[in-house]
């Protein structure tokens, strides 16, 4: 457990008044505010510090007991001592009675404050300031999770089974989902303020690229070396897709970055498991190095008939 | 298409103890659509979190009404400028 410094996360010293104090957080909130930072999760964090230490700072008796016993976070076995033995409300007899979650109504409950403060202030409840304000259900907090797969992982839908806390859930990843791209799984979220619905679960997948083709959306694209000689005369080449080798006509006469497309060889797309974008292809013409000497003379003679 | 779901406004705030002039402001700004039937007025459950995050930059951050607007139209234009910077990113891979 780490001592925290809420007048630093708050940028203030301790002479701080109520209003600096005031001023502080709400300027920074401003900027935190995960509704305000979506997907942001240094602000979120951040956002979450800020909050603490509000609630500690902007209680004048919170206060007081932080700056008596705050620095002395070390000796937190004896404080956790006397808060037993005064039973759970912590420190003398508890801040505030019933959890009412009053005023900022943010998707944010105690669990989430830091150890520092659960030892410092118990788990018996606090009331968030604000007076008038109303105390509102809201919908718990939305989770975040990141899922790693290959390019080649996502040709067919897929089931796959993750564990989020104590709880496994079973899911269907559909062919073709796009790197970045954030699925929801409703009501596997944190749970909801004052009796409001769970909250949900995002998923964000990152699809790591295990080809040689370059994906957008749906379409790959890759380069194929061809020869000189098939691209002068034209000839076959094989080339790899993602389901196998295939075989390509290449035409006579056929120039160096020409692009050629293979129907539906892309990846299948998102959610329209029965369609495929395409296939690109670049050629890239090889000239033959390291000539002898009979192939110099027959280049040469061919350069002399245009 | 998804089956809509619609809810009584004077339900929905009394279940999640929000103000009945604070969701009638959204209405008046333009910033939650509604549906009138019968002189009762509804909201899509889809906008239900839209509310809340309202509701909540309005309280935790004292953000009124003309805020919430213009707030609401950056985020906006946020998320599609994002949107456009990842698909940048992505074409630009394909010449790297």
């Known amino acids: 457990m780490e001592f925290i410094d809420y007048y630093k996360v708050l940028g203030l010293d301790k002479n701080a008044t109520a209003a600096d104090i005031k001023k502080a957080y709400r300027k920074l909130a401003r900027k935190l505010h995960p509704d305000l930072n979506p997907n942001d999760k240094t602000a979120q964090q951040k956002f979450q510090q800020i909050n603490e230490a509000n609630e500690v700072l902007s209680d004048p008796e919170k206060r007081k007991k932080y700056d008596q016993y705050g620095k002395d976070w070390q000796h937190a076995d004896a404080f956790e001592e006397a808060k037993r033995q005064q039973g759970s409300q912590g420190f003398g007899g508890g801040f505030g009675g019933q959890r009412t979650y009053s005023g900022g109504g943010k998707a944010f409950d105690e669990s989430q404050f830091s150890d520092f403060f659960e030892s410092m202030f118990g788990g018996g409840g606090f009331s968030r300031g604000g007076g008038s304000r109303q105390t509102a259900q809201f919908k718990g907090q939305d989770l975040n999770a990141t899922l790693r797969l290959n390019l080649t992982d996502i040709l067919k839908s897929q089931k796959q089974t993750i564990s989020i806390g104590d709880k496994k859930i079973r899911l269907t990843i559909p062919a073709g989902v796009e790197d970045g791209q954030t699925i929801k799984i409703k009501g596997y979220g944190g749970e909801g303020m004052n009796g409001g619905p769970k909250g949900d679960l995002l998923i964000t997948f990152e699809i790591f690229n295990n080809t040689r083709f370059k994906r957008l959306e749906s379409d790959l694209y890759s380069s194929e070396e061809v020869s000189i ?49 395409d296939l690109f292809i670049t050629y890239k013409i090889v000239l033959p190095k390291n000539l002898s000497e009979k192939e110099k003379e027959l280049f040469t003679e061919l350069s002399k008939l245009r | 298409m998804a089956k809509e779901k619609y809810i009584l406004v004077s339900h929905y705030c009394k279940h999640a103890h929000i103000d009945d002039s604070f969701v009638q402001n959204l209405f008046e700004y333009g910033l939650v659509p509604f549906e009138e039937k019968e002189n009762d007025v509804f909201i899509d459950e889809k906008d239900i979190s839209e509310i809340e995050r309202m509701f909540r930059l309005h309280n935790d951050l004292g953000i009124n009404f003309e805020g919430l607007d213009a707030l609401k139209q950056m985020l906006k234009r946020m998320q599609k400028l994002e949107r456009e910077m990842n698909l940048l990113q992505k074409r630009l891979r394909l010449y790297e």
Do not use: C, F, M, S
């Open chain 1, 229 to 277: 000689y098939t691209a002068l005369l034209g000839g076959e080449i094989t080339v790899e897709t993602l389901t196998g080798k295939v075989k390509l006509n290449v035409r006579p006469e056929t120039q160096n970055d020409t692009k050629v497309k293979l129907k539906g060889k892309g990846l299948p797309k998102y959610k329209k498991e029965d369609q495929h974008g």
